[in-house]
């Protein structure tokens, strides 16, 4: 069978970096496009340079890395280097980039992409705000069917929020942008906090991803080292949620999954809740389904998938 064929929207971010990497140790199953970048964890200067030092610590040059959107659609920009810090991917310490951007926009890339390919062949993985992805559906409506599924990390029901309350970072920082995605018609796959809380870096998973020896694998423990640092503290937990790599294990193992096909809406006008996906989880409404939201995770599987695919870069 041919490798599915992916485009993986980012605001890098260790663990969008760790999403990346899994990405591009999986040819046999996945052919990545291209990356592009929007603004978010960190402002865009820093997530384009972040994509291609990890484009480049793979030694996969060919993957094109696009600049996108630097702000969201109506709102300010929100930010997270409390967590990630300065420049969102903290902790080890890498070479500057030395490959440029591609030329062009991400909006436009992923517009021109998904009208050359054929219908039902391109799935897009977000892992950060949704501001492109939105902002190509807004420009161009015809690629909206043409998008075989779209598989984010975002939300959150039983987790409720990290950023607020109420609502998941990356939702949080465009709701508008994720409003445009869940009333789209393309099929959906969430994979919200509720999972990825579960897919936690203990210490000895991090250990087991560092013996591996590799350039690759001493960067991603160093990442994932200072990823930590703050989750373990907030939450209180053994370990850090690992979150945009389960995108990427989803569609490499989506038997490790479970979740149900529901109603998803968000908030878009209370500022209390601003960024909440309200998960219909217990079908107390009439309204569609129009999205599988993942709710579990086989945690151990998961990081043996990640760790055997880390070896092999």
Same mark, same amino acid.
């Given at each position: 069978m041919a490798p599915r064929k992916i485009i993986i929207d980012t605001d890098p971010g260790q663990d969008?970096?760790? *999403?990346?990497?899994?990405?591009? $140790?999986s040819p046999e199953e996945l052919e990545l496009l291209a990356i592009t970048c929007v603004a978010g964890n960190v402002p865009l200067d820093y997530t384009t340079r972040n994509a291609r030092i990890i484009r480049e610590l793979s030694g996969k040059a060919e993957v094109p890395v696009l600049a996108g959107c630097d702000r969201p659609m109506t709102r300010a920009l929100v930010t997270a280097e409390h967590v990630?810090?300065?420049?969102?991917?903290?902790?080890?310490?890498?070479?500057?980039?030395v490959l440029p951007? *591609?030329? +062009?926009?991400?909006?436009?890339?992923?517009?021109?992409?998904?009208?050359?390919?054929?219908? +039902?062949?391109?799935?897009?993985?977000?892992?950060?705000? =949704?501001?492109?992805?939105?902002?190509?559906?807004?420009? *161009?409506?015809?690629?909206?069917?043409?998008?075989?599924?779209?598989? =984010?990390?975002?939300? %959150? /029901?039983? %987790?409720?929020?990290?950023?607020? &309350?109420a609502a998941?970072?990356?939702?949080?920082?465009?709701?508008? $942008?994720a409003d445009i995605i869940f009333k789209s018609g393309v099929p959906?796959?969430?994979? &919200?906090?509720?999972?990825?809380?579960?897919?936690?870096?203990?210490?000895?998973?991090?250990? %087991?991803?560092?013996a591996i020896g590799t350039p690759v694998a001493r960067a991603v423990a160093e990442m994932t080292?200072?990823?930590?640092? /703050?989750?373990?503290?907030?939450? !209180?937990?053994?370990? $850090?949620? =690992?979150?945009?790599?389960?995108?990427?294990? /989803? =569609?490499?193992?989506?038997?490790?999954f479970s979740g149900r096909h529901i109603n998803v809406e968000i908030e878009?006008?209370?500022?209390?809740?601003?960024?909440?996906?309200?998960?219909?989880?217990?079908?107390?409404?009439?309204?569609?389904?129009?999205?599988?939201?993942? !709710?579990?995770i086989d945690a151990d599987g998961f990081f043996s998938l990640l760790t055997e695919r880390l070896a092999r870069l």
């Open positions: 969008d970096a760790v *999403a990346i990497l899994l990405a591009l $140790a990630h810090g300065r420049t969102g991917l903290d902790g080890p310490d890498l070479p500057d980039p951007l *591609a030329p +062009g926009h991400a909006v436009d890339h992923l517009i021109d992409t998904l009208r050359r390919h054929p219908p +039902g062949t391109i799935t897009l993985c977000p892992i950060g705000p =949704l501001t492109n992805i939105a902002t190509a559906l807004d420009r *161009a409506p015809d690629i909206a069917p043409r998008i075989k599924e779209i598989v =984010l990390m975002g939300g %959150a /029901y039983f %987790a409720v929020g990290n950023v607020t &309350p998941e970072f990356n939702i949080h920082v465009d709701p508008q $942008a959906i796959t969430v994979v &919200p906090l509720d999972v990825t809380h579960k897919a936690l870096v203990t210490r000895a998973r991090n250990d %087991a991803i560092r080292d200072f990823f930590e640092r /703050y989750d373990r503290t907030k939450y !209180g937990q053994d370990g $850090a949620p =690992l979150h945009d790599p389960c995108v990427i294990a /989803y =569609l490499l193992r989506p038997n490790l878009t006008t209370s500022e209390l809740t601003m960024g909440m996906t309200v998960a219909d989880w217990w079908g107390v409404t009439d309204r569609p389904a129009n999205a599988l939201f993942l !709710g579990d």
